[in-house]
């Protein structure tokens, strides 16, 4: 009996918590949207450099990579990175460029990686072949519409500004798990981006969009400084703030592909993100127990009947799933536009419980698996090479060309990454 009734107190104490986290991302979200509807004017157009690094296919590569060759914009450059001239990324490159001839773009290979984040040994490269002053990085997965480099790049051009940074919605590639992963992109992580900013300010960055001109990344060491990190857009966003800049929260929202069908791909991926929180931002990780809501709904549903206060652990429950159904509409509705979380509000509350477990799962051990490579991360989301890395034939020195027909003609019998 006792136990039961510590359960409705620890309940009941994480339905107040959950209660007051949905307040601050309430507040966010109007915040939000008020800004979206701020007139803006375009103060400039500078030449900007996208880098965009490349390993492998994926779904919707070829959609996602023309949208950033559409930009409503006077004067920019892509900047592609991969390992070598073998990856087959680079034919989809080639066949998207074909039909933008007048977008210059660039090509650099990084060879072998001899830093744990491959990811930035191809940035590091990528930086040096870049010509412009304002570098905005994106990942691969990433969708754009035509006006998002003006979005981008205007908060930027406020010299107190060093960073700017997007929030995502994500998108589904077909399945149930895919599906799962993509609510908690469009609502689990922009609700704690925005109840972050509101509450401290903008510390860090997200991957999908980091532009920072190139005096700041200079400022806080280079491109070099993110080389041994897991989550090398939080680390950027958080030097740049130690710097004494302005991390911008912009209004654009990326698509963000989701790029799992499987419970088990979908799964692994989820946890390695979960653990790299856990490593760079230890104290906000652990407070992220505060934010759920069904954890608490299901063990006062269970402890008030054992207790023999159903009617109290049915509300305690009910309270839980509109607490999430309403996460998901203000989140993933108002903010991020994400049609599946007004659609599928009713399932989020499935998807919170699946964020407890990955929560629980972040602390069971240090390791985790990139790129078929296996890792041990330490204080401040370090990594550590645990596995030697698949051999490659080293490429040779980056190269920059305009003319992708001519990059690749002496490329074809390069080793796979």
């Known amino acids: 009996m006792f ?22 991302v309430a507040i966010s979200a109007l915040r939000f949207r008020r800004r979206c509807k701020a007139p803006q004017h375009d103060s400039g157009t500078p030449f900007v450099s996208l880098l965009k690094p490349l390993c492998g296919l994926e779904p919707r590569l070829e959609e996602n990579l023309t949208s950033f060759f559409q930009q409503d914009y006077p004067n920019f450059e892509i900047v592609f990175g991969t390992r070598d001239g073998s990856d087959p990324a680079l034919n989809v490159v080639r066949t998207v460029q074909a039909r933008f001839p007048h977008v210059p773009v660039k090509i650099a290979f990084s060879g072998q990686p001899d830093r744990p984040n491959a990811k930035v040994c191809s940035l590091i490269k990528m930086c040096k072949q870049a010509d412009a002053e304002y570098l905005i990085i994106s990942d691969s997965d990433a969708h754009v519409s035509p006006g998002y480099l003006r979005e981008v790049v205007r908060p930027l051009l406020n010299p107190k500004v060093g960073l700017v940074t997007c929030i995502y919605r994500g998108v ?19 609700a704690g981006v925005l109840a972050a900013d509101l509450l401290e300010g903008m510390k860090f960055a997200l991957g999908p969009t980091m532009a920072i001109r190139r005096n700041v990344l200079d400022a ?13 857009d939080y680390v950027l966003g958080n030097r740049v703030h130690e710097a ?8 654009y929202v990326v698509d963000h592909i989701v790029l799992n069908y499987s419970f088990r791909s979908s799964m692994l991926h989820q946890v390695r993100w979960m653990k790299s929180t856990r490593f760079s931002r230890p104290k906000g990780h652990l407070g992220t127990i505060f934010t759920f809501a069904m954890p608490f709904g299901l063990l006062g549903l269970a402890s008030g009947f054992l207790a023999g206060h159903a009617l109290l652990g049915v509300s305690l429950f009910v309270a839980a799933v509109v607490n999430r159904v309403l996460l998901s509409l203000l989140a993933g509705w108002t903010v991020v536009r994400d049609p599946q979380s007004l659609k599928y509000c009713w399932l989020y509350p499935v998807r919170d419980l699946l964020g407890f477990f990955l929560w629980c799962a972040s602390f069971t051990s240090g390791q985790i698996v990139w790129r078929e490579q296996v890792y041990r991360l330490e204080t401040g989301g370090k990594m550590l090479c645990l596995s030697a890395a698949r051999t490659s034939t080293p490429s040779s020195a980056p190269v920059a060309v305009d003319d992708l027909a001519g990059a690749f003609a002496n490329d074809e019998s390069r080793s796979t990454k």
């Open 3 to 24: 136990l039961a009734q510590l359960g409705l107190v620890i309940a009941a104490i994480g339905i107040v918590s959950c209660t007051v986290f949905l307040t601050f």
């Open 172 to 190: 589904p590639t077909g399945g149930f798990w895919s599906r799962l992963e993509a609510l908690g992109m469009s609502v689990e992580m922009t």
């Open 220 to 232: 806080i060491g280079g491109m070099e400084i993110l080389a041994d990190y897991c989550a090398d």
């Open 244 to 251: 004494g800049y302005e991390v911008v929260l912009s209004q």
